[in-house]
């Protein structure tokens, strides 16, 4: 079973700086997946980065990167040079390697952009 | 690029009813998946499908739920007799191959609401 946890049901941050959004899971199995999502208001959820947990190098997405430490369980996700089209929840996702394809979300992350 | 569809957008019923939210998978996807989110809780995973078969679904995927694909484009999610409870966004996913990593594309969920 995995259990995925989003401390932060609320953050903002000013246009143009960095914000930083916190996960930590909790899986039996060897080998899985992280993702994060963006859902803006009304539309539906994208993938905005994904991280395989066999890779010690953390994924990266033009202004969104990610912080993996896999001993803590913990991926937190880093936007910088925050845009106001970023506003949206986050939910952070895991998702086991073999034999389920189900992914296991977080309670997300509300982020407002302030202009 | 090609979007995972959804209809209706909302559906209210009364308790009791039969109710059918469909989706359209994105063309050359094999996975399909229904994920449901009860309004202040996570997204929570439903059943899975491939090959015109459920391959995998959750506890809260009773008797009550059935999935099908009927012409091979829907892909439907059929709730037989609805309880309040079942009020929530239902969100249908779609992926292309097999495999913990590769993506699973979201539609814009149907809001259900159970009067």
């Known amino acids: 079973a995995q259990t995925v946890t989003q401390s932060q049901p609320e953050m903002s941050v000013q246009e143009a700086e960095t914000v930083t959004l916190s996960c930590t899971y909790d899986?039996?199995?060897?080998?899985?997946?992280l993702f994060w999502y963006k859902q803006p208001p009304s539309r539906q959820m994208i993938l905005v980065i994904r991280?395989?947990?066999?890779?010690?190098q953390n994924a990266t997405e033009n202004r969104f990167s990610v912080n993996f430490q896999k001993a803590a369980k913990s991926f937190s996700l880093k936007i910088s040079d925050s845009q106001l089209g970023d506003a949206a929840m986050y939910f952070c996702?895991?998702?086991?390697?073999?034999?389920?394809?189900?992914?296991?979300f977080g309670k997300g992350t509300k982020l407002s952009v302030i202009p | 690029e090609p979007e995972v569809t959804q209809t209706p957008s909302h559906q209210v019923t009364q308790m009791g009813q039969e109710v059918i939210l469909r989706c359209v998978p994105i063309?050359?996807?094999?996975?399909f998946y229904w994920y449901r989110q009860i309004l202040g809780q996570k997204v929570e995973f439903l059943v899975s499908?491939?090959?015109?078969?459920?391959?995998?679904k959750s506890e809260i995927f009773d008797d009550q739920f059935s999935v099908e694909r009927p012409d091979g484009s829907n892909f439907t999610l059929k709730i037989r007799s609805t309880k309040l409870e079942d009020s929530a966004m239902y969100f249908c996913?779609?992926?292309?191959?097999?495999?913990?990593?590769?993506?699973?594309?979201f539609g814009p969920g149907t809001r259900l609401t159970v009067l």
């Open positions: 996702a895991s998702k086991a390697g073999a034999g389920s394809y189900q992914l296991t």
């Open positions: 899986t039996s199995e060897s080998d899985y997946y």
């Open positions: 991280q395989e947990a066999y890779k010690q």
């Open positions: 063309s050359n996807h094999l996975y």
């Open positions: 499908f491939y090959n015109n078969e459920i391959s995998e």
């Open positions: 996913a779609t992926q292309r191959l097999a495999g913990g990593w590769d993506t699973q594309y």
